[in-house]
């Protein structure tokens, strides 16, 4: 009999609700046992044999438990996995894994002289897109990469009157904290650490209180990279442009895991992740415009390295030092962004 990993999460909002839930509760290599959440009726509802406690300290004295997901607002994640590592848990942390670099870096430096695991979820690396992309570059479709630009933008004006955590001022909020570790994540996933950072972090909403569109240009010597994200894009299509010395492949569409996940759908059906038609790229070269079929998404295999991690003792998918660089990455682009210079890395 294999072991089973005892889980609880802090937070059942969009992440810990539709993200880690159902990829949990289907995978039997885990047991989603306690969440920690203002909402018990949310909890009950998605399933009533899973315990409910009101508070995260509540979760991280349960001395069952032996992995913490933390989903809860921005600015309480590093308090929160500092905590449940001082109390023997391994911790996931929602991103961002913290708000600073320095902070990343003490919680990597407890976790390892606790003998747990800190890492980060990163899940956009096993999107159908980026899995797509991922084996082109691999198979040298392109010839050598020279342009890489990836967009992430969705259309959320301020609601009136909204309380949302998510619009309101304060450490850790912002689209560059929100969408812009993904689109980071994957960039320096695929080239390593950047010779230097150029960014532009704005505001662009009307009424908006928070940094929406962020413009960050991570320096290689060898080819341009460019992310780019804004909170006020009607048509969101562009998401993808890769130019390489013997051809172009462009791409739109964001992966369809979400969606499902939010229908309500759990990840054990047959062509789970599988891509709609409508979002398949066009690979150019050679004269020709060829539609490449999409790899389908998927992210569990995110949670089974994580499991593979705490029993076997794998390298976890998502490093210490990814987790760093990505840190660094966000503080520089602010930086760069205040005092309108390039900085190195």
Not at 205 to 218: A, E
Not at 325 to 342: G, H, W
Request: charged share 20%; glycine share 6%; with cysteine.
């Amino acid at each position: 009999m294999h072991k089973v990993i005892n889980v609880g999460l802090v937070g059942f909002g969009l992440s810990g609700r539709y993200f880690h839930s159902p990829f949990l509760s289907v995978n039997p290599k885990f047991n989603l046992k306690k969440i920690a959440s203002s909402r018990p009726e949310a909890v009950r509802a998605f399933d009533p044999s899973i315990e409910w406690v009101a508070t995260a300290d509540e979760l991280f004295a349960d001395p069952a438990i032996d992995l913490v997901f933390i989903c809860s607002p921005n600015e309480t994640h590093a308090d929160y996995a500092r905590k449940a590592l001082e109390q023997g848990k391994n911790v996931v942390v929602e991103k961002p894994f913290a708000l600073s670099e320095s902070e990343a870096v003490q919680l990597l430096e407890l976790a390892q002289r606790q003998g747990l695991l800190a890492t980060a979820y990163q899940n956009r690396r096993w999107d159908s897109d980026f899995l797509t992309i991922k084996r082109l570059l691999a198979e040298g479709a392109l010839g050598t990469l020279i342009d890489y630009e990836c967009r992430y933008d969705r259309f959320s004006p301020v609601p009136p009157n909204s309380q949302s955590w998510k619009e309101l001022p304060g450490a850790g909020r912002g689209n560059l904290y929100n969408l812009g570790p993904h689109l980071l994540d994957q960039a320096l996933h695929l080239f390593g650490k950047p010779d230097t950072v150029q960014a532009t972090v704005r505001i662009i909403r009307p009424n908006s209180q928070v940094t929406d569109y962020f413009d960050i240009k991570l320096g290689y010597a060898d080819k341009i990279v460019r992310l780019e994200s804004s909170l006020m894009i009607y048509q969101n299509q562009l998401r993808f442009s890769l130019h390489g010395t013997e051809g172009s492949f462009l791409k739109g569409g964001l992966d369809a895991q979400e969606e499902r996940l939010r229908l309500n759908q759990l990840p054990n059906i047959p062509d789970w992740g599988a891509e709609p038609a409508d979002r398949w790229g066009t690979l150019y070269r050679e004269g020709r415009a060829d539609i490449i079929t999409s790899l389908p998404g998927n992210y569990t295999p995110f949670y089974d390295n994580l499991y593979d991690v705490l029993v076997n003792g794998a390298e976890p998918a998502v490093t210490p030092a990814d987790i760093q660089q990505l840190a660094r990455v966000i503080e520089l682009a602010i930086e760069s962004s205040q005092t309108q210079r390039t900085l190195p890395f």
